[in-house]
């Protein structure tokens, strides 16, 4: 339950607090993008969460305004909500672990496909400065595929992969043999 989402109900360890108005954002402040996502965060969540999901479905295809605010901003504003959560609780539990047996990390199919390619979690734990977060590159991975996007427009860079040669001996080394 922790995992999952026990996290979001306690309070900030006063440590955690104090390493935090340590770390530089001045790059992240320097953004025009960030910034206006900054200053306008919750009026586009509700906008972009709520708001349009309600309307599109009751403009364009006559749904009651009941079903999709129900179905297409609640129903699915919970089930991403969980979907994202499960990375942290189910991808370290159950899965195959091809690249390192020792962790707790795992491959999990379930959680690749509901989380948009994040369940690639053993890999992303033994390689955590892949950008892609798994050797199959935009396979079952939209995240990878939205920073490439991102990259080909300007606004991801300095983008860091594993040798494939790399990630074939540590399978070798330290992986369960599942592939």
Not at 38 to 61: D, Q
Not at 97 to 110: G, V, W
Not at 128 to 139: I, N, R
Not at 142 to 152: D, E, L, P, Q
Request: charged content about 20%.
């Amino acid at each position: 339950f922790f995992a999952h989402v026990g996290w979001l109900l306690v309070k900030k360890h006063p440590d955690v607090m104090e390493k935090g108005k340590g770390l530089d954002f001045s790059d992240l402040y320097a953004d025009k993008i960030i910034m206006f996502q900054r200053r306008f965060y919750r009026p586009l969540i509700l906008l972009m969460c709520f708001v349009v999901p309600t309307v599109v479905p009751w403009y364009f295809w006559g749904e009651s305004l009941w079903n999709a605010y129900f179905l297409s901003a609640l129903l699915r504003y919970c089930l991403l909500l969980n979907a994202t959560w499960s990375v942290n609780s189910f991808a370290h539990l159950w899965g195959r672990k091809p690249y390192d047996k020792r962790i707790n990390p795992a491959e999990n199919i379930s959680v690749v496909l509901s989380a948009v390619g994040e369940g690639f979690h053993n890999f992303h734990h033994t390689f955590p400065s892949d950008y892609a977060t798994s050797e199959y590159g935009w396979h079952l991975n939209i995240t990878t595929v939205f920073i490439n996007c991102m990259y080909y427009l300007g606004q991801a860079y300095d983008m860091k992969k594993t040798p494939d040669r790399v990630v074939q001996m540590r399978k070798q080394r330290t992986g369960d043999g599942s592939s």
